[in-house]
C-alpha cells in the first residue's frame, strides 16, 4: 500500500475538523489531566498496571469497545495492550507508550496545572498529551461522519526503558499496516520527526592480570591501561558532522591503588544516523585488541533502536500531514533528532512512518515539562486529516 497523495485530502475538511476539536478543547484538557494525575514510572508495574486499566475504560468510554483486543503480560515492565477497531479503506497502527520516566511520588512536589494555554506536569508532553489528541482525532472523525480506516492502537509500558519487552509485540502490531502513526511529541517549533538516530549500548569488559603495583608490575597486565586505550579509540569514532556519537558514560575497573588493575569495563552510549555509520562503529567494536596480548577484552550489548533513516515513505507520509497543516494556514516543519522512539522499529521494518505527531510544547524529562492546548487541538486536527486520508 502507498501512502495517498496529499491530494486525498481534498475530500478531507481539515478546518471543520479543528472546529468540532476546538468546541471540545476543556474536554480534550480534563482528559489530559485525568490521565497525567495516574502515574505510570517504567519501574513500578504496579502502577503501570493500574494506569493501563485506567486508559482501557477510558478508551472504552471515547471510542467503543474494539473489535478486538490483545493483552500481553509482562512479568518486569507494563504489560502491552493492542487495540483494533474497524474502519474502511488502509490499516493504520498508532504506536503510544504510558510509561513515563517520573518515579512514583513526583505528583506530591509537581501535580498537574492547567494555567492559559498550557498544562504541566510529569508526562504531559512525553507523552500522553499524544494519546488523548489521537483519541480525539479518531472521536471527531466519527462525530463529523468521516470515515476512517482500521486502526491498530498498540499500549506500550516499557518505552522510556527502551522497549525490551515490547518490541517484537510492536513490529508484529506493524507488520501488516499500510503506515505508522507516531504520538511521540513533537520537536522544536512543533516539528515533526522524520529522522531518527539509531541507539546503541554497549559494555567493554577487559580481563587482565593482577599483581603488586611496586614490587612486581610487570607481571601485571593493567585492565585500566588497556579500558584507557579503548575509550580514547571510542571517543575518537564519534563525527558530530556526520551526526555520530560514542559517548563512554560509566567507568569502573581495578581494586586497589597498589594493584595492577584485573579487570576494568566501560558502558557506552551510541547514536548514529544512518546504516553506513552503524556498520562503522559495529566494526570498530568488532576490532577492538588489547594493547597487551596477555589482556582479553570482550564486548557485550547491542544496537536498542535501529536507525530511522527519512525514506521516500516517510517523506510522503510527512507530505500528506503538511498538506493537512495547510489547510490550517500552519506551516508544519519537519526535522531529525538524536532521540530514538518505537517508530525507529516500524521504520526498520521499511513501513511509512508519521513520528512526533503528539504534543507541541517542551521539557521532555524535565520539570518544565509542559504542552500547549491550542497545539493539542491543532494537532488532532491534522492527525484526523492524516487518517481519514486512508479511508478516501
Same mark, same amino acid.
Given at each position: 500500500?502507498?501512502?495517498?497523495?496529499?491530494?486525498?485530502?481534498?475530500?478531507? $475538511?481539515?478546518?471543520? @475538523?479543528?472546529?468540532? !476539536? #476546538?468546541?471540545?478543547? *476543556?474536554?480534550?484538557? &480534563?482528559? %489530559?489531566? +485525568?490521565? /497525567?494525575?495516574?502515574?505510570?514510572?517504567?519501574? $513500578?508495574?504496579?502502577? @503501570?498496571?493500574?494506569? !493501563? #486499566?485506567?486508559?482501557? *475504560?477510558?478508551?472504552? &468510554?471515547? %471510542?467503543? +469497545?474494539? /473489535?478486538?483486543?490483545?493483552?500481553?503480560?509482562?512479568?518486569?515492565?507494563?504489560?502491552?495492550?493492542? !487495540?483494533?477497531?474497524?474502519?474502511?479503506?488502509?490499516?493504520?497502527?498508532?504506536? +503510544?507508550?504510558?510509561?513515563?520516566?517520573?518515579?512514583?511520588?513526583?505528583?506530591?512536589?509537581?501535580?498537574?496545572?492547567?494555567?492559559?494555554?498550557?498544562?504541566?506536569?510529569?508526562?504531559?508532553?512525553?507523552?500522553?498529551?499524544?494519546?488523548?489528541?489521537?483519541?480525539?482525532?479518531?472521536?471527531?472523525?466519527?462525530?463529523?461522519?468521516?470515515?476512517?480506516?482500521?486502526?491498530?492502537?498498540?499500549?506500550?509500558?516499557?518505552?522510556?526503558?527502551?522497549?525490551?519487552?515490547?518490541?517484537?509485540?510492536?513490529?508484529?502490531?506493524?507488520?501488516?499496516?499500510?503506515?505508522?502513526?507516531?504520538?511521540?511529541?513533537?520537536?522544536?517549533?512543533?516539528?515533526?520527526?522524520?529522522?531518527?538516530?539509531?541507539?546503541?549500548?554497549?559494555?567493554?569488559?577487559?580481563?587482565?592480570?593482577?599483581?603488586?603495583?611496586?614490587?612486581?608490575?610487570?607481571?601485571?597486565?593493567?585492565?585500566?591501561?588497556?579500558?584507557?586505550?579503548?575509550?580514547?579509540?571510542?571517543?575518537?569514532?564519534?563525527?558530530?558532522?556526520?551526526?555520530?556519537?560514542?559517548?563512554?558514560?560509566?567507568?569502573?575497573?581495578?581494586?586497589?591503588?597498589?594493584?595492577?588493575?584485573?579487570?576494568?569495563?566501560?558502558?557506552?552510549?551510541?547514536?548514529?544516523?544512518?546504516?553506513?555509520?552503524?556498520?562503522?562503529?559495529?566494526?570498530?567494536?568488532?576490532?577492538?585488541?588489547?594493547?597487551?596480548?596477555?589482556?582479553?577484552?570482550?564486548?557485550?550489548?547491542?544496537?536498542?533502536?535501529?536507525?530511522?533513516?527519512?525514506?521516500?515513505?516517510?517523506?510522503?507520509?510527512?507530505?500528506?500531514?503538511?498538506?493537512?497543516?495547510?489547510?490550517?494556514?500552519?506551516?508544519?516543519?519537519?526535522?531529525?533528532?538524536?532521540?530514538?522512539?518505537?517508530?525507529?522499529?516500524?521504520?526498520?521494518?521499511?513501513?511509512?512512518?508519521?513520528?512526533?505527531?503528539?504534543?507541541?510544547?517542551?521539557?521532555?524529562?524535565?520539570?518544565?515539562?509542559?504542552?500547549?492546548?491550542?497545539?493539542?487541538?491543532?494537532?488532532?486536527?491534522?492527525?484526523?486529516?492524516?487518517?481519514?486520508?486512508?479511508?478516501?
Amino acid at each position: 500500500m502507498t501512502v495517498p497523495l496529499p491530494s486525498a485530502l481534498a475530500a478531507v $475538511d481539515v478546518p471543520a @475538523l479543528h472546529r468540532l !476539536l #476546538a468546541a471540545r478543547r *476543556a474536554e480534550m484538557v &480534563d482528559d %489530559l489531566v +485525568a490521565y /497525567a494525575e495516574r502515574e505510570t514510572p517504567s519501574d $513500578d508495574p504496579a502502577l @503501570l498496571a493500574k494506569g !493501563l #486499566a485506567y486508559l482501557e *475504560a477510558w478508551l472504552a &468510554d471515547r %471510542l467503543g +469497545a474494539p /473489535a478486538r483486543r490483545t493483552h500481553h503480560e509482562a512479568a518486569a515492565h507494563g504489560d502491552v495492550v493492542v !487495540l483494533d477497531h474497524a474502519g474502511v479503506g488502509a490499516p493504520l497502527t498508532v504506536l +503510544a507508550h504510558y510509561d513515563t520516566v517520573w518515579s512514583a511520588g513526583t505528583l506530591d512536589s509537581w501535580p498537574v496545572r492547567v494555567d492559559g494555554d498550557v498544562v504541566r506536569g510529569p508526562g504531559v508532553f512525553d507523552m500522553k498529551s499524544g494519546l488523548v489528541q489521537a483519541v480525539w482525532a479518531v472521536r471527531t472523525l466519527r462525530a463529523a461522519g468521516v470515515a476512517h480506516p482500521p486502526l491498530r492502537l498498540v499500549l506500550t509500558g516499557d518505552e522510556e526503558i527502551g522497549s525490551p519487552f515490547s518490541r517484537p509485540l510492536i513490529e508484529a502490531a506493524c507488520a501488516d499496516a499500510a503506515a505508522v502513526l507516531v504520538f511521540e511529541a513533537s520537536a522544536d517549533g512543533g516539528a515533526v520527526k522524520t529522522a531518527r538516530k539509531g541507539v546503541g549500548l554497549f559494555d567493554v569488559h577487559v580481563r587482565g592480570i593482577e599483581s603488586h603495583a611496586g614490587l612486581d608490575p610487570t607481571a601485571g597486565a593493567s585492565a585500566i591501561d588497556e579500558i584507557a586505550r579503548v575509550v580514547a579509540a571510542l571517543h575518537a569514532a564519534t563525527d558530530l558532522a556526520e551526526g555520530t556519537s560514542v559517548n563512554v558514560g560509566v567507568l569502573r575497573g581495578g581494586t586497589r591503588p597498589n594493584v595492577v588493575a584485573g579487570s576494568a569495563e566501560a558502558s557506552i552510549d551510541v547514536r548514529v544516523p544512518s546504516m553506513a555509520a552503524k556498520d562503522r562503529i559495529d566494526a570498530l567494536l568488532a576490532g577492538l585488541r588489547p594493547h597487551d596480548p596477555r589482556a582479553a577484552i570482550t564486548v557485550a550489548g547491542g544496537w536498542n533502536r535501529p536507525v530511522m533513516e527519512r525514506s521516500a515513505a516517510i517523506a510522503s507520509m510527512y507530505a500528506l500531514a503538511g498538506a493537512a497543516a495547510a489547510q490550517l494556514g500552519v506551516d508544519l516543519p519537519e526535522t531529525a533528532v538524536g532521540g530514538a522512539s518505537d517508530g525507529n522499529f516500524a521504520a526498520a521494518l521499511g513501513l511509512p512512518v508519521l513520528d512526533g505527531l503528539g504534543a507541541v510544547g517542551g521539557g521532555a524529562h524535565a520539570r518544565h515539562e509542559h504542552v500547549s492546548i491550542e497545539g493539542m487541538v491543532e494537532r488532532a486536527a491534522v492527525a484526523a486529516g492524516v487518517i481519514a486520508a486512508f479511508a478516501v
